[in-house]
């Protein structure tokens, strides 16, 4: 009796008594037989199910052997098929051969080419195999023929360039579209890993590709699980898994089923994690494993090497500013320390010649005079120090209380307040940014002197601040001086400068370190001035904005003088 795993075979004859006896003798040998009354039969029942052989009576009604073998290849690739001649009609299975029988067998009067049916099916089945896997294997050998074009192509484009983001567009558009997958990504660690990974470039294949704004934190979702394990990951359910990370794909708009990714290491250390999601018609398989992986090897030495001569132009250009501001510091030290260093030298000299011959009164004067210069060399020295410390020096960030700086900075310069009899106009409310808080009260002293200083008679300061659609919040402080022209303010930040102001002078660094704080917090500096008396300047800041927007009560309510 033949198995539920039996191979099915479809005999196609109209001489009934010959067809029950090729049934019986292929049914002892396990063979699953159905039989067609004619070709016509057998053309359906060919159609609506799949055999594994078909045996075809060549003399027949309406539709002869040839005829059906011919139909069938119409359809398609032929099964494997066996056409059963009577004595005499060699001829005819030869044609069948041609047309693409796998063989045939010869009727005799005694029935003895029934005892040769199992062997010849069995033959058939083996030849079939023998073709299906030669033919596999050939696929198999042009496709890593493709993959090893692919890899040589994609290699010298990829060590071809020193541009990063290139670099990273070659390497997704490379992956997708040769591992049939809807898209892919390229996530890198940062300089400091403990802030995680930032998405360097996403594709999708109905989205060009582009960098976007994308931060995992370590070990977040399973792009930076890969890169903190080194392990590369085939999910065929991404979202069933407990380290998948669905706000990449509400940011992304995209949805992530099956996903495949593998990490990127340069010189023995893991640097990012490329992922590759939704395998068209499909799943992942270990072939694309293999050659994902050899993808993100080859891209791991571009992208490094990019790295370090970007790195190397960082670099490069850091020192060549830094010379210039060495300069520029070797210049303000000879000049601005040497104008209160000038009278505490010449009275100095004057007290140790001529300090009997004084009066009390001269010599009070002359010790008043030196110790307020010392005093403003004691200030120039603390701001360059400031100044030199601030790019390198690590600080933690918070939100600020904007309000409370303010204050403070009141409190510094009271006595400038009560002698200038400054208006001070506050805002209402206050937005929130983050910051680092001692830096913020420097920059807001700066402004606020300086809003004095060069301000009207009396000096009329208005101070504020204003959420901006970047996630971005920008204070200023808006003076009634005479203004800056253009060019006065195109070089007003730069350190180690000083604009010439009317009203009084100034070292010229309080401005360069406002530019370097807020420069390393994240935000910018500028200045809106139209050079008219009276409408003063407007000097702003920008700082990252809070989560959520806080307001605070003001110190005192608008337009309050001081």
């Excluded at 350190?495 to 807020?518: D, E, M, N, W």
């Amino acid at each position: 009796m033949p198995t539920s795993n039996a191979i099915r075979i479809l005999y196609m004859e109209d001489d009934a008594g010959l067809a029950r006896l090729f049934k019986k003798k292929l049914e002892r040998a396990g063979f699953s037989i159905d039989l067609a009354p004619d070709g016509e039969t057998g053309l359906i029942m060919a159609a609506a199910a799949r055999y594994d052989v078909i045996a075809v009576d060549q003399n027949m009604p309406v539709y002869d052997g040839l005829a059906i073998i011919r139909r069938l290849a119409d359809r398609g690739p032929l099964p494997p098929t066996i056409m059963i001649t009577g004595s005499g009609n060699e001829q005819i299975a030869i044609e069948a051969m041609k047309l693409g029988a796998s063989d045939y067998i010869v009727k005799d009067g005694d029935g003895r080419y029934l005892e040769l049916l199992p062997t010849v099916i069995e033959q058939v089945l083996v030849k079939e195999r023998l073709i299906r896997e030669r033919h596999e294997a050939i696929l198999s050998l042009q496709q890593v023929n493709r993959n090893l074009s692919l890899l040589n192509r994609v290699g010298q484009e990829l060590t071809a360039s020193l541009d990063l983001q290139k670099i990273a567009t070659t390497l997704l558009q490379a992956v997708t579209e040769t591992i049939g997958a809807e898209g892919s990504s390229v996530w890198l660690k940062t300089d400091r890993p403990e802030k995680g990974l930032i998405c360097q470039a996403a594709y999708h294949r109905s989205h060009p590709t582009t960098p976007i704004k994308l931060h995992l934190r370590p070990g977040q979702g399973i792009a930076g699980w890969v890169s903190e394990q080194g392990q590369s990951v085939t999910i065929t359910s991404a979202t069933d898994d407990p380290r998948f990370a669905p706000e990449i794909d509400r940011e992304t708009k995209c949805h992530t089923e099956s996903l495949l990714a593998v990490p990127i290491s340069a010189r023995g250390t893991v640097i990012g994690t490329l992922e590759v999601i939704n395998k068209i018609g499909g799943c992942f398989n270990a072939d694309d494993r293999a050659l994902v992986e050899t993808l993100a090897a080859s891209a791991a030495i571009a992208i490094d090497n990019a790295r370090l001569v970007e790195a190397l132009r960082h670099q490069t250009a850091e020192l060549q500013a830094r010379n210039e501001e060495l300069d520029a510091f070797a210049h303000t030290v000879a000049h601005d320390l040497k104008t209160p260093l000038g009278p505490v030298i010449g009275l100095a000299d004057l007290l140790a010649r001529f300090r009997a011959t004084m009066s009390e009164e001269a010599v009070n004067d002359s010790l008043e005079t030196i110790a307020r210069s010392s005093h403003k060399m004691d200030e120039i020295i603390n701001e360059l120090l400031l100044l030199a410390t601030i790019r390198d020096t690590d600080i933690e960030t918070e939100m600020l209380d904007m309000l409370s700086l303010v204050a403070e900075v009141r409190q510094r310069l009271a006595h400038i307040f009560d002698q200038k009899q400054v208006q001070v106009i506050l805002p209402a409310h206050w937005p929130m940014a983050i910051g680092y808080g001692p830096w913020i009260e420097e920059v807001w002293a700066n402004y606020l002197s300086n809003a004095i200083k060069y301000g009207g008679n009396p000096p009329r300061v208005e101070i504020g601040g204003k959420r901006q659609t970047n996630g971005m919040v920008r204070y200023w402080v808006r003076d009634n001086g005479d203004g800056l022209t253009a060019a006065e303010q195109a070089r007003l930040f730069t350190p180690f400068t000083q604009i010439k102001r009317t009203k009084a002078g100034g070292h010229g660094l309080g401005l360069s370190i406002v530019h370097r704080i807020i420069e390393k917090l994240g935000g910018e500096v500028g200045i809106e001035s139209r050079g008219i008396p009276g409408l003063g300047c407007t000097f702003y800041f920008t700082l990252p904005a809070a989560p959520e927007l806080v307001s605070l009560e003001p110190l005192q309510e608008a337009l309050t003088v001081y």
